[in-house]
């Protein structure tokens, strides 16, 4: 590989810093007592405790997954921190957040005021576990949207909470799902009341701050007959050494006609060039598309994380719903990941799309992971598949492993794979036209992604076209 | 054409040059003026080609020897593409596919990165989309060209072409086309050869690498070189071509070693 190529994909992690910020944390390790503990700090009520005493006895029971293309040293989860909450309690406005936090959001490059005027997204700010700040929150009442922390929504929606909580990804689904149905801190709330669309995109910037403190957010999206939303999560986390555990459940539900897009841009800390550090990241996320006529989209930009263990998937109930998956995920240096869907479909001519493309650069493995499943029943159901892969550089790997299950003759899925490389031949035909090595990696990469990019929404589209140019950027020699 | 006024562009000497540890280069000497037209002929493995990625900075060729001035500077020290933007263009034998990215983009970029260069304003989208048509009517291309990905899925012709087309767009002053003629049907040689005598000045100078004489019947050369065996062993006028035409390139080679051994 060339030196150029070499210094380009040798790009240090920009975000790498700690707010000093007092927490309230829990001791290490996790028992029935840590459990107890968490659910009445947080004020909760009986079932909820239930809830997370039956995950937590279905967790012991299981067994980490063996099976992912993914290697790490085993994890001590009695050496993790289970709760951790800032002091600062409840804020009634945005100028009352803590400067440090401010200008933590300052060095990440997102200012909240100014997103959230210029853009028009409501920002639900989660930090570590508790949420601080809620923006727009009363616009939203007003057209009957619910949304806020999962924490809040338990005392003031309980009912909605307790109908939808572990529908869609049940607490005993796996692992890391059991494990975050126990010990869940907080999360997202958001409820689109029937026959509303949401008037702006929703979005929530995750952040994780504590050092060795697990992260197990809960998010829960439920959209009424005939609503829609479009929901964005961005992530970015500061340097460590010690690996962190992040294990979030996302469970979203869509009734008749109701239409829910999901977007996550995740640059996660993924450890430094030797490998060392970085989030663990294994999160179940899951739609249900209940009613006939629905549709979950997912579109995801994974550049970060030391390991990423993902499958955002649809459940296709309802009859002629729609479920799409659009992937990039990108891996430089040690990182690993192991992503893709799994799209289920049971209801009558149910339809799925998926669209994921790999990038590994460095020493890393990409694997594309995805199950396309039709049920019996589901007649004249269709899907389409197409993944590919692209290497930089001639250290890594990209694996892709479809599953694929028809037991329906009326089926028809489709399945298209090809694997790229970002050659010296490439570069240099950009060099002789006058275009350096990093803005020609930037291009071919960038086409590469332009299917998946044109599924974000606008800003969230500039801002994963930067964050992909800055993970492979450097100075070019 | 030789022009009485015209300056030196490119002054190559002793040039060597080994790719995997083989010798491909052995000792070039090649002086190019503005307003010249050079074709540089020879049988397969001879060496035109490399000779040809090597001014223009290819990584996959080690120097071993010699010198090469570009406007009297040192060219071999530039990256390649500072030689580029310094006005060297090469056209490629195989243009290289680049899928995802649309010709249009990609030759804006070029085309800006050398407008900065010069000192000149960028063009945004829409000032670029009316420029490229008009260079495009030049070569009768299709303006659906402009939104497929740089080469992808595009015939032979159509390749060269569109390397044709960066030339007109990028006005080097030096332009290197490497067998551009291969792979062209006889009207689209028409074509592309129309294209390169329009863009042929007193002020800048091309040189042509091809195998057969066929191309030098439109675009007619001022000099012709055989190499053979990493070396140019013969240099003549529009003629030699028309000679090698008939005779091959053994003679050249037998008339070479004849000298070589007398002089020594």
Same mark, same amino acid.
């Given at each position: 590989?060339?030196?150029?190529?070499?210094?380009?994909?040798?790009?240090?992690?920009?975000?790498?810093?700690?707010?000093?910020?007092?927490?309230?944390?829990?001791?290490?390790?996790?028992?029935?007592?840590?459990?107890?503990?968490?659910?009445?700090?947080?004020?909760?009520?009986?079932?909820?405790?239930?809830?997370?005493?039956?995950?937590?006895?279905?967790?012991?029971?299981? +067994?980490?997954?063996?099976?992912?293309?993914?290697?790490?040293?085993?994890?001590?989860?009695?050496?993790?921190?289970?709760?951790?909450?800032?002091?600062?309690?409840?804020?009634?406005?945005?100028?009352?957040?803590?400067?440090?936090?401010?200008?933590?959001?300052?060095?990440?490059?997102?200012?909240?005021?100014?997103?959230?005027?210029?853009?028009?997204?409501?920002?639900?700010?989660?930090?570590?576990?508790?949420?601080?700040?809620?923006?727009?929150?009363?616009?939203?009442?007003?057209?009957?949207?619910?949304?806020?922390?999962?924490?809040?929504?338990?005392?003031?929606?309980?009912?909605?909470?307790?109908?939808?909580?572990?529908?869609?990804?049940?607490?005993?689904?796996?692992?890391?799902?059991?494990?975050?149905?126990?010990?869940?801190?907080?999360?997202?709330?958001?409820?689109?009341?029937?026959?509303?669309?949401?008037?702006?995109?929703?979005?929530?910037?995750?952040?994780?701050?504590?050092?060795?403190?697990?992260?197990?957010?809960?998010?829960?999206?439920?959209?009424?007959?005939?609503?829609?939303?479009?929901?964005?999560?961005?992530?970015?986390?500061?340097?460590?050494?010690?690996?962190?555990?992040?294990?979030?459940?996302?469970?979203?539900?869509?009734?008749?006609?109701?239409?829910?897009?999901?977007?996550?841009?995740?640059?996660?800390?993924?450890?430094?060039?030797?490998?060392?550090?970085?989030?663990?990241?294994?999160?179940?996320?899951?739609?249900?598309?209940?009613?006939?006529?629905?549709?979950?989209?997912?579109?995801?930009?994974?550049?970060?994380?030391?390991?990423?263990?993902?499958?955002?998937?649809?459940?296709?109930?309802?009859?002629?719903?729609?479920?799409?998956?659009?992937?990039?995920?990108?891996?430089?240096?040690?990182?690993?990941?192991?992503?893709?869907?799994?799209?289920?479909?049971?209801?009558?001519?149910?339809?799925?799309?998926?669209?994921?493309?790999?990038?590994?650069?460095?020493?890393?493995?990409?694997?594309?992971?995805?199950?396309?499943?039709?049920?019996?029943?589901?007649?004249?159901?269709?899907?389409?598949?197409?993944?590919?892969?692209?290497?930089?550089?001639?250290?890594?790997?990209?694996?892709?492993?479809?599953?694929?299950?028809?037991?329906?003759?009326?089926?028809?899925?489709?399945?298209?794979?090809?694997?790229?490389?970002?050659?010296?031949?490439?570069?240099?035909?950009?060099?002789?036209?006058?275009?350096?090595?990093?803005?020609?990696?930037?291009?071919?990469?960038?086409?590469?992604?332009?299917?998946?990019?044109?599924?974000?929404?606008?800003?969230?589209?500039?801002?994963?076209?930067?964050?992909?140019?800055?993970?492979?950027?450097?100075?070019?020699? | 054409?030789?022009?009485?006024?015209?300056?030196?562009?490119?002054?190559?000497?002793?040039?060597?040059?080994?790719?995997?540890?083989?010798?491909?280069?052995?000792?070039?000497?090649?002086?190019?003026?503005?307003?010249?037209?050079?074709?540089?002929?020879?049988?397969?493995?001879?060496?035109?080609?490399?000779?040809?990625?090597?001014?223009?900075?290819?990584?996959?060729?080690?120097?071993?020897?010699?010198?090469?001035?570009?406007?009297?500077?040192?060219?071999?020290?530039?990256?390649?593409?500072?030689?580029?933007?310094?006005?060297?263009?090469?056209?490629?034998?195989?243009?290289?596919?680049?899928?995802?990215?649309?010709?249009?983009?990609?030759?804006?970029?070029?085309?800006?990165?050398?407008?900065?260069?010069?000192?000149?304003?960028?063009?945004?989208?829409? +000032?670029?989309?009316?420029?490229?048509?008009?260079?495009?009517?030049?070569?009768?291309?299709?303006?659906?060209?402009?939104?497929?990905?740089?080469?992808?899925?595009?015939?032979?012709?159509?390749?060269?072409?569109?390397?044709?087309?960066?030339?007109?767009?990028? +006005?080097?002053?030096?332009?290197?086309?490497? !067998?551009?003629?291969?792979?062209?049907?006889?009207?689209?040689?028409?074509?592309?050869?129309?294209?390169?005598?329009?863009?042929?000045?007193?002020?800048?100078?091309?040189?042509?690498?091809?195998?057969?004489?066929?191309?030098?019947?439109?675009?007619?050369?001022?000099?012709?070189?055989?190499?053979?065996?990493?070396?140019?062993?013969?240099?003549?006028?529009?003629?030699?071509?028309?000679?090698? !035409?008939?005779?091959?390139?053994?003679?050249?080679?037998?008339?070479?070693?004849?000298?070589?051994?007398?002089?020594?």
């Amino acid at each position: 590989m060339s030196t150029a190529l070499q210094n380009l994909v040798n790009q240090p992690y920009q975000h790498g810093f700690v707010t000093e910020i007092e927490s309230d944390v829990a001791p290490k390790g996790l028992n029935e007592d840590i459990i107890r503990m968490i659910s009445a700090k947080k004020r909760e009520p009986e079932w909820l405790l239930e809830f997370r005493l039956k995950a937590y006895q279905h967790w012991l029971g299981m +067994e980490e997954p063996q099976w992912p293309n993914v290697r790490y040293p085993k994890i001590d989860f009695q050496n993790i921190i289970y709760y951790s909450a800032p002091k600062p309690k409840k804020l009634a406005s945005i100028d009352e957040v803590d400067p440090e936090l401010m200008r933590t959001f300052e060095k990440l490059g997102v200012p909240m005021h100014e997103r959230a005027a210029l853009a028009g997204v409501a920002v639900d700010v989660i930090f570590d576990s508790v949420s601080v700040a809620t923006t727009y929150k009363q616009k939203l009442a007003e057209v009957g949207i619910i949304f806020g922390s999962i924490s809040e929504a338990v005392h003031e929606h309980p009912d909605l909470v307790r109908k939808y909580l572990g529908t869609v990804v049940p607490s005993g689904d796996n692992y890391y799902a059991a494990l975050n149905s126990a010990v869940f801190t907080d999360g997202s709330f958001c409820f689109i009341p029937k026959g509303v669309k949401c008037p702006m995109d929703l979005s929530t910037y995750f952040r994780i701050n504590t050092q060795e403190s697990g992260q197990f957010e809960r998010t829960l999206i439920i959209a009424e007959e005939g609503a829609s939303v479009s929901y964005l999560e961005g992530c970015t986390a500061p340097k460590f050494d010690t690996n962190q555990l992040h294990a979030a459940v996302v469970e979203l539900v869509a009734l008749d006609r109701a239409d829910i897009k999901y977007s996550t841009v995740q640059n996660w800390y993924a450890g430094d060039a030797q490998g060392v550090g970085g989030i663990y990241n294994f999160v179940t996320k899951r739609g249900l598309c209940q009613g006939i006529n629905s549709r979950i989209s997912w579109t995801q930009v994974e550049t970060g994380s030391a390991i990423t263990w993902k499958y955002p998937s649809c459940v296709l109930l309802g009859d002629n719903s729609v479920g799409e998956f659009y992937s990039v995920a990108l891996t430089n240096n040690y990182q690993q990941a192991d992503t893709g869907t799994k799209m289920v479909h049971i209801g009558k001519n149910t339809r799925s799309t998926i669209v994921s493309k790999g990038i590994s650069a460095g020493h890393s493995n990409n694997s594309y992971r995805g199950l396309v499943r039709i049920t019996p029943k589901a007649d004249g159901a269709r899907n389409y598949s197409q993944c590919d892969s692209m290497l930089v550089g001639d250290q890594c790997g990209a694996n892709t492993f479809p599953y694929i299950q028809v037991h329906n003759n009326s089926a028809k899925v489709e399945h298209e794979a090809s694997t790229s490389k970002i050659g010296e031949d490439q570069l240099f035909y950009f060099a002789q036209r006058g275009i350096g090595a990093e803005e020609a990696v930037s291009m071919i990469i960038n086409g590469f992604c332009k299917d998946v990019f044109q599924q974000l929404p606008m800003e969230f589209a500039v801002e994963a076209t930067k964050l992909l140019g800055l993970k492979l950027e450097g100075s070019v020699g | 054409m030789i022009y009485q006024d015209s300056i030196t562009l490119l002054e190559v000497r002793g040039l060597c040059a080994t790719v995997s540890g083989i010798e491909i280069l052995k000792g070039i000497d090649f002086t190019v003026r503005t307003g010249e037209v050079h074709a540089i002929m020879g049988p397969n493995g001879s060496g035109k080609s490399t000779f040809a990625k090597l001014l223009a900075g290819h990584p996959a060729y080690t120097l071993t020897g010699g010198t090469v001035a570009f406007e009297g500077r040192n060219l071999l020290e530039l990256a390649p593409e500072a030689r580029a933007r310094a006005g060297i263009f090469l056209g490629f034998q195989y243009p290289i596919e680049i899928p995802g990215v649309a010709n249009s983009q990609f030759l804006r970029l070029a085309y800006n990165t050398l407008q900065t260069q010069r000192g000149k304003d960028e063009l945004d989208p829409l +000032e670029f989309d009316d420029f490229v048509r008009e260079k495009m009517k030049l070569l009768e291309m299709n303006p659906d060209f402009l939104d497929r990905s740089v080469n992808e899925g595009f015939s032979g012709g159509e390749k060269k072409r569109n390397e044709i087309l960066q030339m007109a767009l990028l +006005e080097p002053k030096l332009a290197i086309l490497d !067998e551009t003629d291969s792979g062209l049907d006889i009207d689209a040689l028409r074509v592309v050869a129309g294209g390169v005598n329009q863009l042929a000045t007193k002020d800048n100078a091309i040189v042509l690498v091809t195998h057969y004489q066929r191309l030098l019947n439109y675009i007619v050369p001022d000099y012709v070189h055989v190499m053979d065996g990493g070396r140019i062993i013969k240099t003549g006028g529009k003629d030699l071509a028309v000679e090698l !035409e008939t005779r091959g390139y053994e003679w050249v080679s037998t008339e070479y070693k004849t000298t070589a051994r007398a002089t020594a």
